[in-house]
């Protein structure tokens, strides 16, 4: 298991890299955006980019209203 906090908050995970642990937190791959120790990480970079123990992830969603 690794230790990686997801939006501020603490996580635990298995996940190998990012794209799997977007998926298993039930989001949709293709509508958000993301960073890892503030860095952004391209939809395409997803899938190379592991995680590791320590990472910082930011997952932004779309947000509607005005």
């Known amino acids: 298991m690794k230790n990686i906090t997801v939006n501020g908050t603490e996580h635990q995970t298995e996940e190998r890299d990012l794209e799997a642990l977007v998926l298993s ?10 960073a890892v120790n503030g860095q952004f990480v391209s939809r395409a970079q997803r899938s190379t980019r592991l995680i590791e123990t320590g990472d910082r992830i930011e997952i932004l969603s779309p947000q509607q209203g005005g």
């Open 25 to 34: 937190l039930g989001l949709d791959k293709t509508t958000v955006a993301t």
